[in-house]
């Protein structure tokens, strides 16, 4: 690693320290930026990258009117609310504030009982051996049913070394050219 050294008087000295205390002040938007795009590509990855590389998502069980859709996106609710939170010197803090997101990004096993009302079951009309069949309407009592959903770990953001690298290559390439002022 090449080291430069800066003396006070020198030509550039001037430029050179306006130009640091600019990169000092927006250095925590730069990460913020830096974090949220990270994040965000997870969601085109369906994977989180860490220092063991690509860690893929598992696939959804039933596909159903989802086919070909990327895993963890219905309406992109989550994938767009990932934002900064906050910035103050020395921390930077990029989250969402969607309720679910959590239980995603950790994995969830959900216990519940839901209770259903009582309703009626439209009346419809079905095909049965090439033959109109019509199912009258039906009246469902009300009753209750106890629901396990185990959701899978789908890591899209979190302490990552592989980011941490890159803020890292972008801090120096940031410096090197103050320096070369």
């Known amino acids: ?14 430029k050179q320290l306006v130009a ?5 002040r927006n250095f925590p938007n730069m990460v913020g930026a830096l974090a949220v795009s990270f994040y965000k590509e997870s969601f ?3 994977g989180f990258i860490d220092d063991a590389g690509l860690e893929k998502w598992e696939a959804r069980k039933k596909e159903g009117k989802r086919k070909g859709r990327a895993i963890l996106v219905d309406s992109g609710r989550t994938r767009r609310s990932i934002r900064v939170l906050r910035t103050i010197p020395g921390l930077v803090a990029v989250g969402t504030d969607v309720p679910y997101a959590q239980a995603h990004n950790e994995g ?7 209770s259903i009302g009582q309703h009626t079951r439209k009346a419809y009309t ?4 090439k033959k109109k069949q019509t199912v009258s309407a039906a009246t469902v ?6 629901m396990n959903t185990t959701i899978p770990q789908r890591r899209f953001i979190g302490s990552s070394a592989f980011l941490n690298r890159r803020i890292t290559m972008q801090l120096n390439y940031k410096i ?5 002022l």
Do not use: D, E
């Not at 640091?20 to 000092?24: A, L």
């Open 108 to 114: 969830a096993k959900i216990t519940s009982t839901a």
């Open 44 to 46: 085109r990855r369906a």
């Open 141 to 146: 009592k009300a009753h209750s049913r106890k």
């Open 20 to 24: 640091y205390n600019q990169f000092k």
């Open 126 to 129: 079905r095909k049965v051996k």
């Open 1 to 14: 690693m090449k080291v430069t050294t800066i003396k006070k008087g020198g030509p550039h000295w001037a």
């Open 176 to 180: 090197t050219n103050i320096l070369k």
